[in-house]
């Protein structure tokens, strides 16, 4: 079956911890990306890859960073510069300017 | 102001009702319009593509107007599964070969029965 896989399901970080999301999808896409969704928000962008050893910030990329280094993994870090991490996390893939379609979600918990 | 903006609900509707959304977008160079669904505590799905003609899918219609820079989607026969919230998404191209989404903070349907 073709799809997006993140895991886990949910994220524990301790006070400055650095923790790792892992995004894997076997569509194909070249495009990843990387939200956040707080309760009340809407999605906001924080990473998005167009082809493999390339990415670019969204609208809100301090205390994340990510890597591209397989075209089927996108995994996103959650750096102790990141003063509010407690979201739900959302990774995206599209063949180019088609349709996003979604993993299933992190949701991260700051202990 | 929001680039996307949708009356957030929650919309209350019985079982067997017709039910609209609207939703309006502030870039005028936007270019492709959609309507997702997400359910509690749940990934968002595409539920359909909005084209400037309208188009419908089963009981979900949903249109375009592009001088007033709004959507719409309408529910008719409203079952108690289509309970979710419904987000108005926009999409934007920048450097010619990434497309970015624009998210309305989404609009709550609760149909009773």
């Known amino acids: 079956d073709g799809g997006i896989t993140q895991s886990p399901k949910y994220l524990f970080r301790k006070e400055g911890q650095n923790v790792t999301l892992s995004c894997e999808q076997n569509l194909n896409h070249d495009a990843m990306y990387w939200y956040r969704q707080d309760p009340g928000q809407g999605l906001r962008l924080i990473y998005y890859?167009?082809?493999?050893?390339?990415?670019q910030k969204g609208d809100i990329a301090e205390g994340y960073s990510v890597s591209r280094e397989k075209k089927e993994s996108f995994p996103l870090t959650v750096t102790s510069a990141q003063k509010n991490p407690t979201a739900f996390y959302l990774c995206?893939?599209?063949?180019?300017?088609?349709?996003?379609?979604f993993g299933p979600g992190t949701r991260l918990l700051v202990l | 102001r929001k680039e996307v903006e949708q009356d957030p609900g929650p919309f209350n509707v019985p079982e067997g009702a017709t039910v609209a959304f609207n939703c309006t977008y502030s870039?005028?160079?936007?270019?492709?319009f959609f309507w997702y669904r997400q359910d509690c505590r749940k990934e968002p799905k595409l539920l359909m593509s909005?084209?400037?003609s309208g188009n419908e899918d089963g009981r979900f219609t949903a249109q375009l107007n592009r001088a007033s820079q709004y959507i719409s989607l309408l529910i008719r026969d409203s079952k108690l599964s289509d309970s979710a919230t419904y987000l108005c998404?926009?999409?934007?191209?920048?450097?010619?070969?990434?497309?970015?989404?624009?998210f309305g903070t989404g609009t709550l349907l609760a149909v009773q029965p």
């Open positions: 998404v926009v999409n934007r191209v920048y450097g010619g070969a990434t497309n970015k989404l624009i």
């Open positions: 890859s167009q082809i493999v050893n390339d990415f």
């Open positions: 909005v084209y400037s």
């Open positions: 995206a893939s599209s063949a180019g300017l088609e349709t996003q379609y």
């Open positions: 870039n005028s160079a936007s270019q492709s």
